[in-house]
């Protein structure tokens, strides 16, 4: 019941009424910047930039989602960055929209980063990291039903080589073979692996130290709120605060920067995501070897 109620609370519950929150917008022109951010307040956060071309360079490097210069008199230009996902870029296109109403101006649209043709609603990253986390949720599972069978040291090499093994199918099929997702495939292989990782031996984690309970503490944690808050389906940028503060910090989020970023954006802000993943992979692996000796240590103390 907790587990459903979670679900539906979370992929429900944060698509019902998303509102953008400081989304990060590029902006050149005389007075414009100023004038944009009296306008729409809150909603957006304006990085003044010398030039149109400087805007459009911050858009390329995913500094920010979208850059909007003047165009002559009465006239604006919006260039956004489809592949930073259809919610995102809707709410910056709404919002320069009603402020270039309000202005009595004129704005043409143009997507400078668009996303691949077989991936017309952007959602190829999302469903790809899902798949991965669920394939790691599942074998951590299964890796704590063989604690009698197998020993430690082998339950790790399992773990280590299946996620490997994950990642490695999961990128080929999104990329080379469906063309959905265009990211180097190297770079993606590692990034799946490390998320395939982190959900197993945070699974493994949870239910070692917890017991039955463990299993579906990782489906709220890895499956419901990470996957929901992930920034595929609904942007960070729109999501409430709670939602925003975790999105980056549990594995399905990250994953799902990592592969925009190297789909799109030469990798520009891939570092921080991947270092998130191997966080989680390493540190619960540790908690993980540590057990056996802190039972020990409990049995000594207790005789």
């Given at each position: 019941m907790i587990v459903v109620a979670a679900f539906i609370g979370c992929y429900v519950?944060?698509?019902?009424?998303?509102?953008?929150?400081?989304?990060?917008?590029?902006?050149?022109?005389?007075?414009?910047?100023?004038?944009?951010?009296?306008a729409l307040g809150g909603t957006?956060?304006?990085?003044?930039?010398?030039?149109?071309?400087?805007?459009?360079?911050?858009?390329?490097?995913?500094?920010?989602?979208?850059?909007?210069?003047?165009?002559?008199?009465?006239?604006?230009?919006?260039?956004?960055?489809?592949?930073?996902?259809?919610?995102?870029?809707?709410?910056?296109?709404?919002?320069?929209?009603?402020?270039?109403?309000?202005?009595g101006e004129h704005v043409t649209t143009e997507d400078?980063?668009?996303?691949?043709h077989f991936d017309a609603r952007g959602l190829a990253g999302f469903y790809m990291a899902f798949g991965?986390?669920?394939?790691?949720?599942?074998?951590?599972?299964?890796?704590?039903?063989?604690?009698?069978?197998?020993?430690l040291r082998h339950r790790?090499?399992?773990?280590?080589?299946?996620?490997?093994?994950?990642?490695?199918?999961?990128?080929?099929?999104?990329g080379p073979v469906l063309g959905a997702v265009p990211a180097p495939v190297v770079p993606l292989v590692c990034t799946l692996t490390l998320?395939?990782?982190?959900?197993?031996?945070?699974?493994?984690?949870?239910?070692?130290?917890?017991?039955?309970?463990?299993?579906?503490?990782?489906?709220?944690?890895?499956?419901?709120?990470?996957?929901a808050t992930s920034g595929a389906t609904i942007g960070a940028d729109l999501l409430p605060a709670g939602a925003r503060a975790v999105s980056a910090l549990l594995p399905p989020g990250a994953a799902v920067r990592a592969i925009t970023d190297l789909s799109y954006f030469?990798?520009?802000?891939?570092?921080?995501?991947?270092?998130?993943?191997?966080?989680?992979a390493v540190i619960a692996g540790v908690l993980v070897g540590l057990r056996p000796r802190l039972m020990r240590r409990r049995a000594a103390v207790a005789a």
């Open positions: 519950g944060l698509q019902r009424d998303p509102q953008p929150h400081q989304i990060p917008l590029a902006v050149s022109g005389p007075n414009l910047p100023s004038q944009i951010g009296q957006v956060d304006v990085q003044p930039a010398a030039g149109a071309e400087d805007a459009r360079a911050a858009l390329e490097r995913h500094d920010v989602v979208a850059a909007l210069s003047a165009d002559g008199p009465g006239r604006l230009h919006l260039e956004i960055a489809g592949a930073v996902g259809t919610s995102t870029t809707s709410a910056v296109k709404n919002l320069v929209g009603a402020y270039a109403t309000g202005a400078v980063v668009p996303l691949a991965v986390t669920l394939a790691g949720f599942v074998l951590g599972s299964n890796a704590l039903g063989l604690t009698g069978l197998l020993r790790f090499w399992l773990l280590a080589g299946a996620s490997a093994a994950i990642g490695t199918v999961a990128a080929i099929i999104a998320l395939a990782a982190a959900a197993a031996f945070t699974t493994k984690l949870l239910g070692t130290y917890l017991g039955p309970i463990g299993v579906p503490v990782a489906t709220l944690v890895l499956l419901t709120a990470g996957n030469d990798g520009a802000h891939t570092a921080g995501p991947v270092i998130t993943l191997a966080l989680w």
